[in-house]
């Protein structure tokens, strides 16, 4: 049977083409195709016994696939057009399905999610870029992403703004070439100018096709070092406020919002008061801890202490006294616009991984989603959202951990059942939500966004300007212990802490065989945030990039050698699910996965979706999942799909998990 297999399935595999590859629709059914179908058939319907033969014939089935489509014979824009093909008839779905009670909770909690962040990260490149950006610029970078990407993406869930990771670049790149003597803005344009040239070059070959590669390993890495920079910003917010009442007071203010806001989440997840007080404090409890504090610190004695504040400018203009349009054509030198390639290869290189990685995370596997994924396309527009900023002079905009998983979050649909999980003591006689299907649509990302150019206007500005910086501290804090809490890191550290004894049978990880290997797997984690973390704190910073794009080889690579598949299924896991990286064609992680579930070989193997890294030619499988994916009967409908393997609880994980990969 295994030389049958071969012989019937290697032939057709090696002339598949790359357009299957990517899940366009085949021409018509053809000799070799049935063929094929008929192979992985057979192969899917042996015993396991069997089937675990033949996976040294699966892989050569994969090789052989692979080897058609040469790297030297890249089909130019072939990922954006499949891309908008696919996408393009569900446009204006995603504005009718706007009309739902959902949208208008999620527009205001995505608002406040957003904008916080976003004003604290202002007052640290005020700070450090000696005022060159400041609010209105971050205001206007994220009504840029807003606006751009609700109208003309493929993945109009992602929300887009400015992250903490470019903060680091900008103001590393200001304290390079500042002494230099260079125009920073002017400087800055021609990063934007280059790397909208290098993200539109990854666009047309096609180069989102390796986030195939991108795993939960180099996520939660990232989203380790992310935590951490959030919780060094609120320390150096503290810091500059020298040894008076002044500082004493504002670490006092930093470290009530942070209690106030950590009492909120916790409120919001307790079985405590009723359902709509739980989602009231759940969604809202933040930002109106910064509205009390903001007005708590003008009562008694401490109206005397003058406090730091939130620094804003007129209202629709830039914070120095400079025009919109930077004048990248004047105010530099030839040398300086050739310096700047380095800069922007680093910077696509950042983009390339932070927007991506956003955007599997916002759909991922425990969202029920039903409509496609559009990488490529999207990877177009950011080049075209980072352009415009250079030429404004504004922070450029990205995808944004944990606010586009959030967003994703805020518009499922829910409903209780009761917890059937034989192996988990603890869940016996709870109850658990269940995402029914999510809101998929195009208007509440506009209309944050639209907010949040509201937000320039005078009257608010004055308000924002009242904000005590010890407030925005205490945001950092809040947010940084967030990213902590849901990080995969986390969860197994917890876990190898816990007492061994008080450990549910059914716990996901202590299915791993070696417990070593678990301590293995979580060193080398914090041996990459270790890395990534230190590279930041010099003047090197700007190449930290390099250093995250490197975990996704050391994941495909250096790992497998270390573990067995069956320990990095269980430890590891897909970004997304398989319905979501059609758009790149399949997933790498999923094979592992498969291998590391329990039972039967060829039913886990299926469940995940035997399309996802099949050869080219099948892609009936593919088309298949996707009209059940449609009709809301898709295999990703459950949350114990992702997490389950990782033993993080899913209950209410959006309120309080900052980011699962930034």
């Given at each position: 049977?295994?030389?049958?297999?071969?012989?019937?399935?290697?032939?057709?595999?090696?002339?598949g083409t790359g357009s299957d590859a990517a899940g366009g629709a085949t021409a018509g059914p053809s000799p070799s195709g049935t063929l094929r179908r008929w192979a992985n058939s057979l192969l899917l319907l042996l015993p396991a016994s069997r089937n675990a033969d033949h996976r040294s014939s699966r892989s050569a089935v994969e090789r052989g696939s692979s080897e058609s489509d040469r790297w030297w014979k890249i089909r130019l824009f072939r990922g954006m057009v499949n891309d908008v093909r696919r996408r393009a008839p569900y446009y204006?779905?995603?504005?009718?399905?706007?009309?739902?009670?959902?949208?208008?909770?999620?527009?205001?909690?995505?608002?406040?999610?957003?904008?916080?962040?976003?004003?604290?990260?202002?007052?640290?490149?005020?700070?450090?870029?000696?005022?060159?950006?400041?609010?209105?610029?971050?205001?206007?970078?994220?009504?840029?992403?807003?606006?751009?990407?609700?109208?003309?993406?493929?993945?109009?869930?992602?929300?887009?703004?400015?992250?903490?990771?470019?903060?680091?670049?900008?103001?590393?790149?200001?304290?390079i070439m500042t002494p230099t003597g260079t125009n920073y803005l002017a400087f800055m344009c021609w990063i934007g100018l280059w790397s909208l040239v290098f993200h539109w070059v990854l666009a047309i070959t096609n180069s989102c096709d390796w986030l195939r590669y991108v795993t939960r390993f180099p996520c939660d890495i990232f989203g380790f070092y992310v935590a951490f920079i959030y919780l060094q910003k609120g320390v150096q917010v503290l810091e500059r406020f020298g040894n008076d009442s002044p500082f004493y007071l504002s670490v006092t203010v930093a470290l009530l919002v942070f209690m106030v806001a950590y009492?909120?989440?916790?409120?919001?997840?307790?079985?405590?008061?009723r359902h709509p007080v739980r989602v009231f404090l759940k969604d809202y409890g933040t930002p109106l801890t910064v509205v009390f504090f903001t007005g708590f610190v003008h009562f008694g004695r401490m109206k005397s202490v003058q406090l730091e504040r939130l620094?804003?400018?007129?209202?629709?203009?830039?914070?120095?006294?400079?025009?919109?349009?930077?004048?990248?054509?004047?105010d530099i030198e030839v040398g300086d616009v050739f310096i700047a390639i380095p800069f922007a290869v680093l910077l696509t290189i950042l983009f390339y991984f932070d927007h991506n990685v956003?955007?599997?995370?916002?759909?991922?596997?425990?969202?029920?989603l039903r409509k496609p994924a559009g990488f490529h396309w999207d990877i177009f527009l950011l080049g075209l959202t980072t352009g415009v900023a250079g030429l404004l002079g504004l922070p450029f905009p990205n995808g944004l951990i944990?606010?586009?998983?959030?967003?994703?979050?805020?518009?499922?649909?829910?409903?209780?059942?009761?917890?059937?999980?034989?192996n988990n003591g603890e869940a016996k006689g709870h109850y658990v939500l269940k995402r029914t299907h999510v809101v998929e649509q195009r208007v509440s990302n506009l209309a944050q966004g639209l907010l949040t150019l509201g937000t320039m206007t005078g009257p608010l500005l004055i308000v924002l300007h009242l904000i005590p910086q010890a407030v925005l501290a205490g945001l950092f804090f809040i947010m940084g212990y967030q990213a902590l809490e849901g990080n995969g890191i986390t969860a197994k550290l917890l876990f190898l802490l816990r007492d061994h004894a008080l450990t549910?049978?059914?716990?996901?990880?202590?299915?791993?065989?070696?417990?070593?290997?678990?301590?293995?797997?979580?060193?080398?984690?914090?041996?990459?945030?270790?890395?990534?973390?230190?590279?930041?704190?010099?003047?090197?910073?700007?190449?930290?990039?390099?250093?995250?794009?490197?975990?996704?080889?050391?994941?495909?690579?250096?790992?497998?050698?270390?573990?067995?598949?069956?320990?990095?299924?269980?430890?590891?896991?897909?970004?997304?699910?398989?319905?979501?990286?059609e758009s790149v064609g399949g997933s790498y992680a999923t094979a592992d996965v498969a291998v590391g579930q329990d039972g039967d070989q060829a039913t886990a193997t299926e469940s995940e979706g035997p399309s996802v890294m099949l050869p080219a030619g099948d892609g009936k499988g593919r088309r298949s999942e996707e009209v059940l994916a449609e009709e809301g009967r898709g295999r990703a409908t459950g949350d114990e799909i992702e997490m389950g393997r990782l033993g993080i609880s899913r209950r209410g994980q959006a309120s309080r998990s900052a980011a699962r990969g930034k």
């Amino acid at each position: 049977m295994s030389q049958t297999a071969d012989s019937l399935t290697l032939p057709t595999a090696m002339h598949g083409t790359g357009s299957d590859a990517a899940g366009g629709a085949t021409a018509g059914p053809s000799p070799s195709g049935t063929l094929r179908r008929w192979a992985n058939s057979l192969l899917l319907l042996l015993p396991a016994s069997r089937n675990a033969d033949h996976r040294s014939s699966r892989s050569a089935v994969e090789r052989g696939s692979s080897e058609s489509d040469r790297w030297w014979k890249i089909r130019l824009f072939r990922g954006m057009v499949n891309d908008v093909r696919r996408r393009a008839p569900y446009y204006w779905s995603d504005w009718r399905d706007a009309w739902d009670y959902r949208v208008v909770p999620s527009t205001v909690y995505m608002y406040f999610a957003n904008i916080l962040p976003a004003l604290a990260f202002s007052l640290d490149m005020f700070t450090k870029t000696n005022m060159q950006y400041g609010v209105n610029e971050v205001l206007l970078s994220s009504v840029l992403g807003a606006v751009v990407f609700a109208i003309l993406a493929c993945q109009p869930l992602v929300i887009v703004g400015v992250t903490g990771p470019i903060t680091v670049f900008n103001y590393t790149v200001y304290d390079i070439m500042t002494p230099t003597g260079t125009n920073y803005l002017a400087f800055m344009c021609w990063i934007g100018l280059w790397s909208l040239v290098f993200h539109w070059v990854l666009a047309i070959t096609n180069s989102c096709d390796w986030l195939r590669y991108v795993t939960r390993f180099p996520c939660d890495i990232f989203g380790f070092y992310v935590a951490f920079i959030y919780l060094q910003k609120g320390v150096q917010v503290l810091e500059r406020f020298g040894n008076d009442s002044p500082f004493y007071l504002s670490v006092t203010v930093a470290l009530l919002v942070f209690m106030v806001a950590y009492a909120c989440g916790e409120l919001g997840e307790s079985p405590l008061f009723r359902h709509p007080v739980r989602v009231f404090l759940k969604d809202y409890g933040t930002p109106l801890t910064v509205v009390f504090f903001t007005g708590f610190v003008h009562f008694g004695r401490m109206k005397s202490v003058q406090l730091e504040r939130l620094p804003t400018s007129a209202a629709f203009f830039p914070t120095a006294d400079r025009a919109w349009l930077v004048h990248f054509w004047q105010d530099i030198e030839v040398g300086d616009v050739f310096i700047a390639i380095p800069f922007a290869v680093l910077l696509t290189i950042l983009f390339y991984f932070d927007h991506n990685v956003s955007s599997l995370i916002a759909q991922g596997t425990e969202f029920p989603l039903r409509k496609p994924a559009g990488f490529h396309w999207d990877i177009f527009l950011l080049g075209l959202t980072t352009g415009v900023a250079g030429l404004l002079g504004l922070p450029f905009p990205n995808g944004l951990i944990p606010q586009a998983p959030f967003h994703t979050e805020s518009l499922c649909v829910t409903k209780v059942e009761a917890d059937t999980e034989e192996n988990n003591g603890e869940a016996k006689g709870h109850y658990v939500l269940k995402r029914t299907h999510v809101v998929e649509q195009r208007v509440s990302n506009l209309a944050q966004g639209l907010l949040t150019l509201g937000t320039m206007t005078g009257p608010l500005l004055i308000v924002l300007h009242l904000i005590p910086q010890a407030v925005l501290a205490g945001l950092f804090f809040i947010m940084g212990y967030q990213a902590l809490e849901g990080n995969g890191i986390t969860a197994k550290l917890l876990f190898l802490l816990r007492d061994h004894a008080l450990t549910p049978g059914g716990h996901p990880l202590a299915r791993v065989p070696r417990r070593a290997a678990v301590w293995g797997f979580v060193a080398i984690e914090l041996a990459a945030f270790g890395a990534t973390f230190a590279i930041t704190q010099t003047v090197a910073a700007v190449g930290f990039p390099v250093v995250i794009l490197a975990l996704i080889p050391i994941r495909a690579l250096v790992l497998p050698r270390v573990f067995s598949p069956h320990e990095l299924g269980i430890l590891d896991a897909p970004t997304a699910s398989p319905f979501t990286m059609e758009s790149v064609g399949g997933s790498y992680a999923t094979a592992d996965v498969a291998v590391g579930q329990d039972g039967d070989q060829a039913t886990a193997t299926e469940s995940e979706g035997p399309s996802v890294m099949l050869p080219a030619g099948d892609g009936k499988g593919r088309r298949s999942e996707e009209v059940l994916a449609e009709e809301g009967r898709g295999r990703a409908t459950g949350d114990e799909i992702e997490m389950g393997r990782l033993g993080i609880s899913r209950r209410g994980q959006a309120s309080r998990s900052a980011a699962r990969g930034k």
